[in-house]
T-cell receptor, first 114, second 113 residues
């Protein structure tokens, strides 16, 4: 199994600023994903983080708003740029274990934009 | 496109009652199916999964789910719930063995002691 940690666990940010969320996995994972869970909603995939190349974004999400990096197999960052109150959400990092189809989730980063 | 439907938004049960949470998906090919649980204030945890083989899968904490291919369903069951089962339950599907999960909207379970 893989253990996924995220930093920060929560933050309160002002409108117009940016926040970078870090995701660290304790073992190599083949695929890494970033999800958003808005209040009272289910999880929505933002993008697939690709090692050493640009992330693959889902419909409705763009790189300028949510730039993602994945410099190696165990680390990724998601930046929420030019934040507005509508970006208030929980952001979750996820990874698929090597040699297994299981998908693991981090504890999430609870973001509040004022 | 893949999608997942969870029929119940909020289920309220008394302790020792039996539980069944519905989940239907739409996808024409081979699927991996999952149930995750999110206890209050905690992160997602995997309850059980189905990849192939026996369509009745058993997970942690006495939960089980049955994959019925003809009905595109993967319902979650537990014969006797406990107060500690109060949580939100998410059904998820993935087409094939790789790629991202598509989640249902979740079912909130409240168990009265």
């Amino acid at each position: 199994s893989a253990v996924i940690s995220q930093k920060p666990s929560r933050d309160i940010c002002q409108r117009g600023t940016s926040l970078t969320i870090q995701c660290q996995v304790d073992s190599q994972v083949t695929m890494m994903f970033w999800y958003r869970q808005q209040p009272g909603q289910s999880l929505t995939l933002i993008a697939t983080a690709n090692q050493g190349s640009e992330a693959t974004y889902e419909s409705g999400f763009v790189i300028d708003k949510f730039p993602i990096s994945r410099p190696n197999l165990t680390f990724s960052t998601l930046t929420v740029s030019n934040m507005s109150p509508e970006d208030s959400s929980i952001y979750l990092c996820s990874g698929t274990g090597q040699g297994t189809a299981e998908q693991y989730f981090g504890p999430g980063t609870r973001l509040t934009v004022t | 496109a893949q999608s997942v439907s969870q029929h119940n938004h909020h289920v309220i049960l008394s302790e020792a009652a039996s539980l069944e949470l519905g989940c239907n998906y739409s996808y024409g090919g081979t699927v991996n199916l999952f149930w995750y649980v999110q206890y209050p204030g905690q992160h997602l945890q995997l309850l059980l999964k189905y990849f192939s083989g026996d369509p009745l899968v058993k997970g942690i904490k006495g939960f089980e789910a049955e994959f019925i291919k003809s009905k595109f369903s993967f319902n979650l069951r537990k014969p006797s719930v406990q107060w500690s089962d109060t949580a939100e339950y998410f059904c998820a599907v993935r087409g094939g063995s790789q790629g991202n999960l598509i989640f249902g909207k979740g079912t909130k379970l409240s168990v009265k002691p």
